[in-house]
């Protein structure tokens, strides 16, 4: 038996006969060492694993530390996860995204699952959405590994754990899986046993989960394009889903539509996204479509998106139904776009919230033309999603709901609400870009491409208005809608907001202290004696008369001032919304603590296009934190 090698893409799977802690003795000092440099997390567990400890390092081994708190993980998740299942056997999905150190990382965690009797499917390189919702889809599967650093440097790596719903844990089960694990590492007893276990795996069972990728990988991707279809249709029935593709084929035909993907050497090179789109007649340029042909930051915002910009202008010249492009995370579950108007041939890149506030109003339109729409129908966001959001369900009549920052946060409050009889169609971060569209329970570039798609093809048609007209007829914007838009055309139409990005610098507030509930408690008192002496001011310039202040703990958000409307750690974010003479929110200012660093996230957003506002209220908003925090001692 020798090194096993991927049969798709040629990469290292693994060695079956190598022990990972075979002639190693691993300290406490140097395992407390690997920890500390861990951060752990409801959204992810990562740090740089690269063996040199570069965070830009195309490295592929693990010291062995790393590969013990590799093993530790694989070990509380199956204590997690056999808690929670009756199956003799629990089916685990195991995939990764194209870092260079997750073939490592994998082979650690399933020799720690074989050893512990666990049903195993190993896709390798696969797209986060791809393996969620495979995991999702198939009954048999009971969870999944997802081994990702998502948009972090190539030379970190972490990991994402599921159930069987398609999305990451929740905030308090990914808290309980952290309380396990640090347990874990605390027993050397323990990790002595474990190391000694993970070493006496047959080889022979290794090499057969390494030979059976191509199966299950082959599988979970024709799970994730039907699944894909459903998604974008919001339709069950397959019958129902061919007529309403079969519509959108007609509507690309008449108004044809070329899309650019770079993909940035992501797991999304190995994914349905080219042959979905083809399917629908879609015209693909696929730029750096080769895994692990990394080129660029793999955050996809700002410069990132430069390469996908020039080339989608480029193709544009030659062929105008180049209106779109889009770049991915590395784990592809997240990307942001840009757009080519075909009245100049320039293209934009968009802002986050641009692209989130134009799915909901693509997929709000689409159940309006659907006549799906129903008096209970709602949109989740984050805190720090702008208020345009409210704009937009306004004039649907929905209702915008908010919980705290976290793509746990946003899907549990979702549920919770369907469970209520509301009709989620669509959620999402709108400060982080992309969307989740149900049943998909993760966010996906595809279907956020998806509910684009739909905003351009599904035009007026005799008597039936397009989701283009619905919006600006219900938005009071009837003088806006001709037929030859473009999607130009639909962003001049959006709500017109002044919002901070989440990626610039001015968002990240460094701090001193850790206390979160005794920073929040200072704050509201410095708010407090600085309204009284700007308020005057703040209505001149403004027509700001009041504010009222809202605090958002995992799914809730609630409204009040005082440590009451708060728990725990205090760690939740905290919104003060400033309204006008007619009571309507003008714009607010928002922070949230960093549970890792000492930092806090701000941001500022104004309704109108008056920057000025929005500039004054984020630098008062930081000074007052400043101010709260130099109070803390």
Same mark, same amino acid.
């Given at each position: ?22 002639g190693?003795?691993? #300290? ?14 409801? /959204? ?14 195309? &490295? ?7 590969r ?12 997690? =996860? ?12 195991? &995939? =990764? ?5 997750g073939?490592?990382?994998?082979? !650690?965690?399933?020799? !720690? ?21 495979? @995991? ?47 347990? %874990? ?27 059976q ?30 007529? *309403? *593709? ?10 044809p ?5 770079? =993909?940035?050497? #992501?797991?999304?090179?190995? @994914?349905?996204? #080219? ?7 879609i ?8 895994p692990?042909? %990394?080129?660029?930051?793999? %955050? ?7 390469q ?9 010249? /030659? ?14 579950d997240? +990307? ?9 041939g ?12 134009? #799915?909901?109003? /693509? ?7 659907n006549?799906?729409? @129903? ?48 009709q ?5 971060? +709108? ?9 998909? $329970? ?8 998806g509910?684009? %798609?739909?905003? =351009? ?10 989701? *283009? ?6 938005s &009071? ?18 709500? /017109?907001?002044? @919002? ?16 979160? $509930?005794l ?38 958000s ?14 939740g ?6 309204l ?14 960093? &549970? ?7 941001l ?12 004054y ?17």
């Amino acid at each position: 038996m020798s090194v096993m090698m991927d049969k798709n893409t040629g990469f290292l799977l693994g060695d079956p006969e190598r022990k990972p802690f075979d002639g190693f003795e691993i #300290s406490r000092k140097d395992l407390d060492k690997a920890l500390s440099e861990m951060i752990l997390s409801a /959204s992810g567990w990562r740090k740089v694993f690269a063996a040199d400890g570069n965070e830009e390092s195309r &490295g592929e081994e693990l010291t062995p530390p790393d590969r013990l708190l590799a093993a530790a993980m694989a070990e509380a998740y199956t204590d997690f =996860l056999l808690s929670r299942t009756s199956s003799v056997r629990p089916v685990v999905v195991v &995939g =990764l995204d194209s870092r260079f150190t997750g073939p490592a990382l994998a082979d !650690v965690m399933i020799r !720690v699952l074989l050893s512990r009797g666990m049903g195993l499917r190993y896709l390798f390189i696969t797209a986060a959405p791809e393996l969620m919702g495979y @995991t999702r889809q198939s009954e048999d599967c009971s969870g999944f590994i997802y081994i990702s650093a998502s948009h972090n440097p190539i030379g970190h790596n972490g990991v994402k754990f599921g159930l069987n719903t398609g999305g990451v844990l929740s905030g308090e089960q990914a808290g309980e899986l952290i309380g396990a694990y640090k347990n %874990i590492l605390a027993d050397r007893t323990a990790l002595d046993l474990l190391m000694t276990r993970v070493d006496g795996v047959n080889p022979a069972d290794v090499e057969d989960v390494f030979s059976q990728v191509p199966h299950w990988k082959s599988e979970a991707y024709a799970v994730y394009k039907s699944f894909t279809r459903q998604v974008v249709s919001g339709l069950d029935a397959p019958a129902e889903q061919n007529r *309403f *593709f079969d519509i959108l084929k007609a509507g690309i035909a008449s108004s044809p539509l070329s899309v650019v993907a770079e =993909l940035n050497g #992501s797991a999304r090179t190995l @994914t349905v996204d #080219s042959e979905f789109l083809g399917d629908l007649g879609i015209r693909v340029k696929v730029v750096n479509g080769t895994p692990r042909q %990394i080129v660029h930051r793999i %955050i996809p915002e700002g410069e990132s998106l430069n390469q996908c910009r020039r080339v989608l202008e480029e193709e544009a010249v /030659s062929d105008p139904a180049f209106q779109l492009g889009y770049v991915p995370d590395n784990d592809g579950d997240r +990307g942001n776009l840009v757009y080519c108007s075909r009245r100049d041939g320039v293209a934009q890149i968009l802002e986050a919230q641009e692209v989130f506030a134009l #799915s909901v109003l /693509s997929e709000l339109a689409y159940l309006y033309w659907n006549e799906k729409m @129903t008096e209970k129908t709602g949109v989740v966001v984050n805190g720090p999603t702008s208020g345009r959001i409210e704009d937009i369900c306004e004039a649907f009549g929905c209702t915008a709901f908010r919980a705290e920052v976290g793509e746990a946060n946003v899907v549990n409050l979702a549920s919770a609400k369907r469970d209520q009889g509301w009709q989620i169609r669509i959620l999402g971060e +709108g400060s982080n870009g992309g969307n989740i569209t149900w049943p998909a $329970a993760v966010r996906d570039p595809l279907n956020t491409l998806g509910a684009l %798609i739909k905003l =351009l093809v599904l035009r007026s048609r005799n008597d039936k208005p397009g989701l *283009f007209e619905i919006w600006c007829h219900l938005s &009071g914007q009837s003088g806006r809608y001709k037929d030859d838009f473009d999607l130009k055309d639909v962003i001049d139409s959006l709500p /017109s907001y002044v @919002t901070t990005s989440a990626f610039e610098d001015r968002a990240i507030f460094k701090i001193n202290t850790r206390n979160h $509930a005794l920073l929040k408690k200072n704050y509201e008192e410095v708010f407090l004696r600085e309204w009284n002496l700007k308020k005057d001011e703040l209505f001149r310039r403004f027509a700001i008369v009041s504010w009222e202040e809202w605090n958002q703990e995992g799914t809730s958000s609630r409204q009040g001032m005082g440590a009451e409307f708060r728990s725990g750690s205090h760690s939740g974010g905290l919104t003060i919304r400033f309204l006008g003479s007619d009571g309507g929110v003008l714009g607010y200012i928002w922070m949230r603590g960093s &549970g890792t660093e000492p930092v806090f996230r701000v941001l500022a957003d104004w309704k109108g296009d008056q920057r000025e506002a929005e500039e004054y209220l984020l630098d008062w908003h930081k000074n007052m934190i400043a101010q709260a925090d130099g109070a803390c001692g």
